[in-house]
């Protein structure tokens, strides 16, 4: 199926992979937009320290690997597996402790019947509550996995790659809390 971004645009050269009327069109994007909300819920859940916001996009069974982000600066990380683990671990690292935002740059959707594909670069800024000081600027690249259930798409995978950053990452991770991982 041809990739595009969720306003519609081109991620390959040749076709939009549109079809030629509206109503199909309008229907495309209306999918699409519902594929990068639910990586939204999921980044806001972190930013805002709402775990059921967390958890509300994810299957109960969803895998979370940030294992090649924090590569990029020289730590470990597991793959974190299913919906309490993802959530116990990013709220134990975030809540009260860290001030985050996140803001997804130019989405691209690839759906094919109940599954989807979302590709997104993200920018992301932590800085630590108690110490203003310290904080990191990262350029993540997200690549979510989706499946559709009902009327609402739900992820089942995350991998996240580290692009670039500045700062000190490893200050803003370093407190995961023990927990269960695979």
């Known amino acids: 199926m041809m990739g595009r971004s ?23 994007q209306r999918l699409d937009g519902q594929v990068v909300e639910a990586l939204r819920r ?3 859940g972190v930013a805002v ?11 109960a069974d969803a895998e979370l690997d940030p294992r090649r982000a924090t590569e990029a600066w020289s730590a470990r990380s597991p793959q974190l597996i299913g919906q309490d683990t993802i959530a116990d671990i990013l709220m134990g690292i975030f809540a009260g402790r860290v001030e ?15 599954l989807a594909r979302l ?4 920018e992301v800024r932590h800085r630590l509550i108690d110490d203003r000081a310290v904080g ?16 609402r798409w739900l992820v089942r995978r995350i991998d996240i790659d580290t692009v670039r950053y500045r700062g000190d990452p490893a200050a803003v991770y370093c407190r995961a809390p023990a927990s269960r991982t695979r």
Do not use: C, K
């Not at 985050?100 to 109940?114: E, K, S």
């Not at 590709?119 to 993200?122: F, L, R, T, W, Y």
């Open 6 to 28: 969720a306003t519609g645009t081109l991620n390959h050269s040749g076709t939009t992979g549109f079809g030629s009327d509206g109503a199909g069109r309008r229907e495309e």
């Open 136 to 151: 990191a600027q990262l350029t993540y690249r997200y690549t979510a996995d989706l499946v559709g259930v009902g009327s």
């Open 49 to 59: 320290w709402d775990r059921e916001r967390l958890i509300s996009p994810l299957t």
């Open 42 to 44: 999921f980044a806001d």
């Open 119 to 122: 590709g997104a670069p993200a």
């Open 100 to 114: 985050t935002t996140h803001t997804l740059i130019a989405p691209r959707v690839v759906i094919d019947g109940g």
